[in-house]
T-cell receptor, first 107, second 121 residues
Framework: DIQLTQSPSSLSASVGDRVTITCQAS??????INWFQHKPGKAPKVLIY???TLEAGVPSRFSGGGSGTHFTLSISSLQPDDIATYYC?????????FGQGTKLEIK | QVQLVESGGGVVQPGKSRRLSCAAS????????MHWVRQAPGKGLEWVAV???????SYADSVKGRFTISRDSSNNTLYLELNSLTLEDTAVYFC???????????????WGQGTLITVSS
């Protein structure tokens, strides 16, 4: 199975800050990666697919980049509503696998 | 609009069984691959099973032989039958939909909110 190493595991930032989360794959996964946001008790929400394509309805402050084995999720200007846990997930090969998550908090 | 709503969670004794449901709306289950993913308390996300659009199934080694994924096209509902439950099966179980019809690669685009199974004596 493909392993995804996500960092940091937690992050505290101020409103308006730029935030970046990274995800490293154990092998080349081209651009087959999702980024999603998960708030407690809610359905996980896909933000980015195919590494850099913004899901419809997702604010443009979210962006994704990378290819091969190194990927990033950035929030250009952190908002209070962005408090959540963020995950990367690969779909280059079944089974789909996930990063360990990044818990984002407001300072 | 796609919606996935899980149900069937609760407290179950070790060794017992439970069936989870995922009611789908806004699309036809028969055209898409559908997955179950779980998250144990304080742990990461773990893929559990997939039902291909053509009816094929695949399972994680941790549940193979104990869990069964299925669907009822007449009411557009996905199921996960959990048998021989152990304490390690305690988790929130999510259903998730593939982005594209007729393609199963694990490219989720919609998730349900999850249902909690607690295995406890």
């Amino acid at each position: 199975d493909i392993q995804l190493t996500q960092s940091p595991s937690s992050l505290s930032a101020s409103v308006g800050d730029r935030v970046t989360i990274t995800c490293q794959a154990s092998q080349d996964i081209t651009n087959y990666i999702n980024w999603f946001q998960h708030k407690p008790g809610k359905a996980p929400k896909v933000l980015i697919y195919d590494a850099s394509t913004l899901e419809a309805g997702v604010p443009s402050r979210f962006s994704g980049g990378g290819s091969g084995t190194h990927f990033t999720l950035s929030i250009s200007s952190l908002q209070p509503d962005d408090i959540a846990t963020y995950y990367c997930q690969q779909y280059d090969n079944l089974p789909p696998t996930f990063g360990q998550g990044t818990k984002l908090e407001i300072k | 609009q796609v919606q996935l709503v899980e149900s069937g969670g609760g407290v179950v004794q070790p060794g017992k069984s439970r069936r989870l449901s995922c009611a789908a709306s806004g699309f036809s289950l028969s055209n898409f691959g559908m997955h179950w993913v779980r998250q144990a308390p304080g742990k990461g996300l773990e893929w559990v099973a997939v039902l291909f659009y053509d009816g094929d199934e695949s399972y994680a080694d941790s549940v193979k032989g104990r869990f069964t994924i299925s669907r009822d096209s007449s009411n557009n509902t996905l199921y996960l039958e959990l048998n021989s439950l152990t304490l390690e099966d305690t988790a929130v179980y999510f259903c998730a939909k593939e982005r594209q019809q007729w393609l199963v690669v694990g490219a989720f685009d919609n998730w349900g909110q999850g249902t909690l199974i607690t295995v406890s004596s």
